[in-house]
């Protein structure tokens, strides 16, 4: 079938499962992933009272959205759920805000759960190793483990955070955890798999102006050569879904022929929620041969169908002569 013709059948999927008809829900031909990435919440940048109470307003009007997709089989929040410092104030703040979501949910964590304090006056610093180890079991007790994953619908999917004390990047994984991932794509090598991380992929971003490779190093996650090589190594592996970066629609890193890691991995860049521009999502359809993306804004409560994508669950793998 042609991808026109997925993309009908899929809206009137879509369509009837928002109209209630619960025996349509039963039968769809796939599984439904919305990412939330950056929630940030209530606000991360430091705003008067007004601005930052139309940010929550704004953030709770698109859960209500989410809470309308009866298709919805998980949403997956990429990181910087938190407001700014990962304080135990922060957690249960933005903890209230999640119970209102009715869809099963999962977490990785970013770098605001984990490596922030603030000075004597506010001012957003690195915090000590000791905080750090807090941030970290603070992280685990709200929102599970650092690293985990799970099958859903024929696909792996996998669940990757930040777990080194020491990093300069934003994301960097430890050695512990590169084995797990190893290990847990050599396990599971028949089925395709979607990775989930905070950071993006290194090089998957446009180039910059004098020609080296975006993101920069500290945007992405690390270490790079150690993941390059696991990665190249697993060829099931589709899509790599990151946030971090705020990367939003307007940008034109958001889809370009440069999310591609080797040719083979779509990076998949997520939209914060802390503009008051508009609040996106980016929504995953898993079927059994493909994997169609799509893009919704809160604001406009439209689908943005230039940002469609259809990506082949098999990777299609050449030899060279």
């Known amino acids: 079938m042609?991808?026109?013709?997925?993309?009908?059948?899929?809206?009137?999927?879509?369509?009837?499962?928002?109209?209630?008809?619960?025996?349509?829900?039963?039968?769809?031909?796939?599984?439904?992933?919305?990412?939330?990435?950056?929630?940030?919440?209530?606000?991360?940048?430091?705003?008067?009272?007004?601005?930052?109470?139309?940010?929550?307003?704004?953030?709770?009007?698109?859960?209500?959205?989410?809470?309308?997709?009866?298709?919805?089989?998980?949403?997956?929040?990429?990181?910087?759920?938190?407001?700014?410092?990962?304080?135990?104030?922060?957690?249960?703040?933005?903890?209230?805000?999640?119970?209102?979501?009715?869809?099963?949910?999962?977490?990785?964590?970013?770098n605001h759960e984990l490596f922030y304090s603030t000075d004597t006056k506010g001012r957003l610093i690195s915090g000590g190793f000791l905080e750090r180890i807090f941030h970290f079991k603070r992280y685990t007790r709200f929102f599970g483990p650092l690293y985990h994953?799970?099958?859903?619908?024929?696909?792996?999917?996998?669940?990757?955070?930040?777990?080194?004390?020491?990093?300069?990047?934003?994301?960097?994984?430890?050695?512990?955890?590169?084995?797990?991932?190893?290990?847990?794509?050599?396990?599971?090598?028949?089925?395709?798999?979607?990775?989930?991380?905070?950071?993006?992929?290194?090089?998957?971003?446009?180039?910059?102006?004098?020609?080296?490779?975006?993101?920069?190093?500290?945007?992405?996650?690390?270490?790079?050569?150690a993941l390059e090589r696991i990665l190249l190594a697993h060829p099931q592996v589709r899509l790599w879904v990151s946030g971090h970066t705020h990367t939003r629609p307007k940008d034109g890193d958001f889809m370009t022929d440069a999310n591609y890691y080797h040719g083979r991995i779509l990076n998949v860049y997520n939209a914060d929620w802390d503009n008051e521009s508009d609040i996106y999502t980016n929504s995953l359809y898993l079927f059994e041969d493909k994997i169609v993306i799509r893009t919704y804004s809160h604001r406009q409560h439209a689908w943005l169908p230039q940002f469609d994508r259809v990506i082949a669950a098999t990777a299609v793998l050449t030899q060279a002569a």
């Open 2 to 110: 042609s991808y026109t013709g997925w993309l009908k059948n899929l809206q009137q999927l879509f369509f009837m499962s928002h109209a209630g008809n619960r025996m349509v829900e039963k039968q769809k031909p796939y599984k439904r992933l919305v990412i939330l990435s950056d929630i940030h919440y209530p606000s991360k940048s430091v705003v008067d009272e007004m601005v930052c109470l139309n940010k929550m307003h704004n953030k709770k009007k698109a859960l209500e959205d989410i809470n309308r997709w009866h298709d919805v089989d998980l949403a997956v929040f990429t990181g910087d759920m938190v407001q700014r410092d990962g304080s135990l104030s922060e957690y249960e703040r933005v903890r209230s805000l999640l119970r209102g979501l009715k869809a099963r949910k999962a977490f990785v964590a970013g």
């Open 149 to 225: 994953s799970r099958r859903m619908g024929g696909y792996l999917l996998v669940f990757l955070s930040p777990d080194t004390m020491n990093s300069e990047a934003a994301v960097e994984l430890s050695q512990q955890q590169l084995a797990w991932l190893d290990q847990t794509l050599s396990e599971n090598s028949q089925y395709p798999t979607i990775i989930f991380c905070h950071a993006p992929l290194s090089g998957t971003a446009l180039p910059a102006a004098d020609g080296s490779a975006r993101p920069v190093r500290r945007n992405a996650v690390q270490p790079a050569d």
